[in-house]
């Protein structure tokens, strides 16, 4: 697709937009999942084809959320300023960026959307776990030392995509300053 170009921007401006999505989302979770559900039946109309398992439930909730999440960095996000405006990270950074935001946004979902389960067959448990897609997945209560190695998750996601961006900025400052 031209003229999509992943950046620093792109990437703050979505984290950002992620952000208002949680609001929006749980406000509107049965709706959002019935428009999920529609989607899928049209898609099965449409191509002629039967869709079993939780695995194109969750991905089509997915797609739908990127979709609504991306029409909020449009309509909210950019217009308002919301994002880191200086370009200047290396592949590298935009890589690690992208992979603490789309992890904040599958980890966000997570949250909001537990009817709807990360597919147990297409990852694997850690994978799951990784996401905190864990409650879903048989429900099995964490004890002992898994407890702990498993506690940091919700800070991985949270803290890590500002965390990294505040790096970038401060990165990129200080390279202007020498």
Not at 49 to 54: E, K, L, S, T
Not at 58 to 65: M, T
Not at 108 to 129: A, C, G, H, K, S
């Amino acid at each position: 697709m031209p003229g999509i170009k992943v950046n620093k921007i792109i990437l703050s401006a979505f984290y950002i937009a992620t952000i208002f999505s949680f609001l929006f989302f749980q406000l509107l979770e049965p709706i959002i999942i019935n428009v999920t559900a529609w989607a899928i039946g049209l898609v099965q109309l449409a191509f002629n084809v039967r869709f079993a398992g939780d695995g194109p439930l969750w991905l089509a909730l997915v797609l739908v959320c990127f979709i609504l999440t991306n029409i909020i960095r449009k309509l909210i996000t950019e217009p308002l300023g919301f994002y880191v405006n200086e370009e200047g990270a290396t592949g590298g950074e935009i890589v690690f960026l992208t992979i603490l935001v789309a992890g904040f946004f599958i980890y966000i979902l997570n949250q909001i959307f537990i009817t709807v389960p990360m597919p147990r067959d297409w990852f694997p448990e850690w994978f799951i776990r990784s996401f905190d897609g864990w409650r879903e997945v048989g429900g099995a209560r964490l004890t002992g030392t898994n407890r702990a190695v498993w506690a940091i998750v919700p800070w991985i996601w949270h803290i890590g995509p500002i965390g990294y961006l505040y790096y970038i900025f401060l990165k990129s400052t200080y390279t202007k300053k020498t």
